[in-house]
């Protein structure tokens, strides 16, 4: 029943072809054989290897829909090019008025009492042709033709539970990755780390030199603080000085008590000069 909804294009097999620190992506076809409107929603044993655009969706009847999947970039070979990924696509029918945006997880629970047909995708990833691909059972280069026609295969058990959704995207997003595709290749490693190492010998210059402007404005703050002190200091001798001022008076000349003293001294003195 779950072939009567949907038939698939590649039906076994989704096969990679192998590129070292590139992306690669294949494309899946779903053809609605139903006079009904199918759901369907794809998912991964390992979401974090790829993505799904769009991973869910709704195909009217006789009609077809694609998706794409895009494998992340390797950054190793694996060994002899084995490959344990697997997909599965859920479909189920669904009223006519179902948006993408009304598609729940359990639309496809197998709790319920209508059909959810499984289709299972297994993942084959095949190398570039004149690429060599180190075999670790004989330690020699080897290059692998690459096959771009489906080759049907035998339909592993896939328990769905072990799935999980991947995330997603949306459709604009598949222009901007086409256009990814078609960009020079990504800078080699060895550049990318000298940037790195440039990047790190300006950084810690300027840290440098925020230490030495933090040191700077803590000794004007220092400075600042004691020209205030100061400053206040002046103002309170300023202000005693004046409170002085105001409170006493200068004297001019000898005092009255002095010259009286004086003039009795002058006195007894001159009687005594007259007496002799």
């Not at 029943?1 to 590129?19: A, H, N, S, V, Y």
């Not at 075999?135 to 799935?163: F, R």
């Not at 078609?182 to 000298?194: F, G, H, I, Y």
């Amino acid at each position: 029943m779950g072939q009567d909804l949907l038939e698939i294009q590649p039906p076994k097999e989704l096969r990679f072809t192998f590129k070292l620190k590139k992306q690669s992506w294949c494309s899946v076809q779903l053809l609605n054989n139903s006079d009904h409107h199918v759901a369907y929603k794809v998912k991964t044993t390992n979401p974090g290897r790829y993505s799904v655009r769009p991973n869910i969706g709704v195909i009217q009847p006789n009609s077809t829909c694609d998706f794409t999947v895009i494998m992340q970039a390797p950054r190793e070979a694996p060994a002899d090019l084995q490959c344990k990924d697997k997909f599965l696509i859920q479909s189920t029918v669904v009223p006519a008025e179902t948006t993408p945006e009304d598609i729940k997880s359990s639309m496809f629970s197998k709790d319920t009492n209508k059909y959810v047909g499984e289709n299972k995708l297994r993942v084959v990833i095949v190398a570039q042709p004149n690429s060599p691909v180190v075999l670790p059972t004989n330690e020699t280069l080897q290059a692998e033709p690459t096959i771009t026609s489906p080759i049907l295969g035998d339909q592993e058990n896939l328990p769905p539970e072990h799935m999980v959704t991947t995330k997603e995207v949306k459709v604009t997003e598949l222009a901007n990755y086409v256009q990814k595709l078609s960009s020079p290749e990504p800078v080699e490693e060895s550049k990318l780390a000298n940037e790195m190492k440039e990047l790190k010998s300006k950084l810690t210059v300027l840290e440098s030199n925020l230490r030495e402007a933090e040191i700077c404005m803590q000794k004007l703050k220092e400075e600042k603080t004691v020209k205030f002190k100061e400053r206040e200091m002046l103002q309170e001798e300023l202000v005693r000085l004046k409170s002085n001022k105001g409170g006493r008076r200068v004297q001019v000349g000898f005092p009255f008590l002095f010259v009286c003293m004086v003039a009795i001294v002058s006195m007894k003195l001159g009687y005594m000069l007259h007496s002799w």
